[in-house]
T-cell receptor, first 118, second 113 residues
Framework: GAVVSQHPSRVICKSGTSVKIECRSLDFQATTMFWYRQFPKQSLMLMATSNEGSKATYEQGVEKDKFLINHASLTLSTLTVTSAHPEDSSFYIC??????????????FGQGTRLTVV | SQQGEEDPQALSIQEGENATMNCSYKTSINNLQWYRQNSGRGLVHLILIRSNEREKHSGRLRVTLDTSKKSSSLLITASRAADTASYFCATDGERFGNEKLTFGTGTRLTIIP
């Protein structure tokens, strides 16, 4: 299957700093990528849809100024957690689907990033 | 919230037994998918079933879909220790080309050797 690479896998940062997480599609071009957040032992909650060349679409309740998304190329989307606080500590996962698959929307996921804000 | 529900939340069985997980969802769909997540890792796609299909098999996996009840089940036969993971169902919208997935609450499966 297609490969989505996410980096870093783990990051620890100080409260008040910003952290950037990268999501790359390695063997296909992704016009759309998705960013999820997952709390321990819970499901994935969609945060935003990242669209190449345009603004991201955020889900209700997600602060766009806090979670900055940039999708500058067809293979890279970045999520920047700005002015991080301990409550932002979570597991962040990106995904992308291979375009042109019609209604077959199998998604390929990155390995996830464990963010700990201290 | 559009999130679906899965049950059981947790399931422990002996190696070799069959494991059944259920998923219910709320809106009309194109497809329903099942994913597996090992602890602290990303998700791995297992199987996709379309809204006009009722049953699908892939190796030791069997998925059923009942659109009238908005529910699906995942059966893993002859379980192995390596099947220990969390399992999530995910649905997409009925609108063509809608890639946005809504995940269920997940079932944590533990296979006891």
């Amino acid at each position: 299957g297609a490969v989505v690479s996410q980096h870093p896998s783990r990051v620890i940062c100080k409260s008040g700093t910003s952290v950037k997480i990268e999501c790359r599609s390695l063997d296909f071009q992704a016009t759309t990528m998705f960013w999820y957040r997952q709390f321990p032992k819970q499901s994935l909650m969609l945060m935003a849809t990242s669209n190449e060349g345009s603004k991201a679409t955020y889900e209700q309740g997600v602060e766009k100024d806090k979670f900055l998304i940039n999708h500058a190329s067809l293979t890279l989307s970045t999520l920047t957690v700005t002015s991080a606080h301990p409550e932002d500590s979570s597991f962040y996962i990106c995904s992308a689907s291979v375009p042109g698959q019609g209604i077959k929307t199998e998604a390929f996921f990155g390995q996830g990033t464990r963010l700990t804000v201290v | 919230s559009q999130q679906g529900e899965e049950d059981p939340q947790a399931l422990s069985i002996q190696e070799g037994e069959n494991a059944t997980m259920n998923c219910s969802y709320k809106t009309s769909i194109n497809n329903l998918q099942w994913y597996r997540q090992n602890s602290g890792r990303g998700l791995v796609h297992l199987i996709l079933i379309r809204s006009n299909e009722r049953e699908k098999h892939s190796g030791r996996l069997r998925v059923t879909l009942d659109t009238s009840k908005k529910s699906s089940s995942l059966l893993i036969t002859a379980s192995r220790a390596a099947d220990t993971a969390s399992y999530f169902c995910a649905t997409d919208g009925e609108r063509f080309g809608n890639e946005k997935l809504t995940f269920g609450t997940g079932t944590r499966l533990t296979i006891i050797p």
